[in-house]
């Protein structure tokens, strides 16, 4: 029935009905709008956020190569790839040169591939006469440091220091430059100051390969398990994994080493140190076969000379001296290389000549290394050489800096104590070299098939020599203040920082 209203309203025109019932559905979906966006505030926030787009290629690499740590190949082909085609179109970039320069440094680093130096150089020096930067300079600086130039290094160094003195990527550079010569307190002041400015991983693995310079394996150790846990990209994790299997090493543990080297190899397929040193351990497990393969698979794509000479070694200790031979032309040809690409490789081949070639020769080519940059690497293996060649009066002279606990940094090396001990053995210092050789193989056993050998075969021939009269160790709670079990809290003189 109808109503009054209804029946007193005026009859309403077609398009009159149609603007009412359309003002109606805008009401509607003004309505609904609403409830729906109430609804949507009310869900779950994964399923409102948008999905950010892709980084760009080369994105990762260009953060690991601006703060100075590992990049993956891949990553660091498509930065290399994108800088080039940049500078191409605009040839006065200076900064992309300046990335473009320290990208190939770690490409050459990680490919042994030293014609990438030669490209690092050219991009690096043409960034500085766009700009002069401390980007440009630290490039130039870890450029030297790949090529073993430490006085170089440290040159461009302190000069990006000087630029821009709260710049943190430059004191990782100079404390490669300051170990590379010997300086270990240069070394650590640069380290404290890198502590002050940042924290981090990367900070903490080179505060590790400080600390373990001075004996603190403990310290570093530590540091290294933190670097690898807070670690963002799988490159940089199993830089810093390779480096605590090489620890590991150092002391002796072979399951340790190992398990360190199988992880970074699995996270990162690319990372041929530690394929090297899974080389390493599985010798010393009696591993021999997957030894050989693993030392082939390193050098297939990182053809360094160290590699070729470790392999060569191991087969000569299985008494396959052809294919050791072969090694060690391989080594020879990739010593070549590296000095067409102004990389300086004269200390693994004096290594090579004094114990598989021609002492002399060895003991000409390690005094200018001595000369050019005077670390303890070179004081050991130019005292070995002098050992070989007949001279262990000079040789000890070497061989003591090597090992020296105060002025030597404090390392812990079972090589070195070998080297030592046969030299004083051979030098009729019978107690000393007794202590010596037992402490190589305290420290390592399983340092060097070779070297073991020679070391339990002159244990054997010293017997039991008195030590009554002789002085205390340093490395046994010396002068240091620090000994191998120690830790960097312990020593009065340097004390590490809290990273946060």
């Known amino acids: 029935m109808e109503n009054q209203a209804t029946r007193n309203r005026p009859t309403e025109r077609p398009e009159e ?41 080369g994105a990762q690499a260009l953060t690991a190569v601006a703060a100075g740590v590992p990049a993956g190949l891949p990553e660091l082909a498509a930065l290399i790839g994108e800088r080039e085609s940049q500078v191409r179109r605009h040839p006065g970039d200076a900064p992309s040169w300046a990335v473009l320069g320290t990208a190939y440094v770690e490409q050459g680093r990680r490919t042994a591939d030293t014609t990438f130096y030669v490209k690092a150089e050219d991009s690096l020096r043409t960034s500085l006469k766009v700009r002069r930067s401390a980007e440009a300079l630290g490039g130039l ?33 100079l404390i490669d430059a300051y170990t590379g010569l010997g300086d270990y307190k240069a070394a650590h002041r640069a380290l404290e100051r890198l502590t002050e400015l940042r924290s981090g991983p990367a900070v903490m693995a080179r505060a590790a390969a400080v600390y373990r310079d001075r004996g603190w394996r403990e310290d570093a150790a530590a540091q290294l398990a933190d670097a690898a846990a807070g670690a963002r990209a ?59 393969n693993a030392y082939r698979t390193a050098l297939a794509k990182q053809p360094l000379p160290q590699y070729a000479l470790e392999l060569g070694e191991l087969y000569e200790s299985l008494g396959l001296g052809q294919a050791a031979r072969v090694q060690y032309d391989l080594l ?12 300086d490789e004269e200390l693994v081949l004096g290594q090579f000549e004094a114990d598989h070639g021609d002492p002399a020769s060895a003991v000409r080519r390690l005094r200018a290394e001595w ?19 007949g001279q262990d ?9 090597a090992t020296d606990k105060v002025h030597g940094g404090g390392v812990r090396s079972a090589p070195y104590a070998y080297h030592l001990g ?18 190589a193989l305290q420290i390592n056993p399983y340092f060097s098939p070779s070297g073991v050998r ?14 009554e009269g002789l002085p205390e160790e340093d490395g046994e709670g010396g002068k240091d203040g620090a000994d191998e079990g120690g830790t960097a809290a312990d020593a009065k003189a340097v004390t590490p920082r809290p990273y946060r």
Do not use: K
């Open 454 to 467: 020679a070391t339990r075969e002159a244990l054997a021939a010293l017997g039991d020599v008195p030590d």
């Open 371 to 389: 000369l050019r940059q005077p670390g303890i690497a070179v004081a050991d293996a130019l005292g070995w050489a002098l050992h070989r060649a």
């Open 141 to 173: 600086a870890a450029l030297a440091n790949a090529r073993r130039d430490f006085r170089t290094a440290r040159t461009w160094g302190e000069e990006a220091r000087q630029l821009e003195p709260r710049r943190w990527t430059t004191y990782p550079a």
């Open 17 to 57: 009905r149609r603007a009412r019932l359309h003002g109606r559905l805008v009401i509607a979906a003004v309505a609904g709008c609403a409830v729906l966006g109430t609804v949507l505030m009310l869900l779950p926030a994964e399923h409102t956020v948008t999905r950010a787009p892709a980084p760009a290629p």
């Open 332 to 343: 020879r040809a990739a010593v070549e290389r590296a000095a067409a690409g102004g990389a």
């Open 393 to 401: 009066r000079e040789a000890l002279r070497y061989a003591r800096i």
């Open 234 to 292: 799988p490159a940089e994790r199993a830089a810093y994994l390779e480096r605590a299997g090489q620890l590991a090493w150092e002391r002796g543990d072979r399951d340790d080493a190992l398990r360190h080297f199988q992880e970074a190899v699995r996270i990162d397929p690319d990372q041929r140190a530690a394929q090297a040193g899974q080389g390493r351990a599985l010798a010393a497990l009696g591993r021999t076969t997957e030894a050989l």
């Open 422 to 439: 046969m030299i004083e053995q051979a030098s009729q210092q019978y107690a000393p070299a007794r202590r010596h050789l037992r402490e």
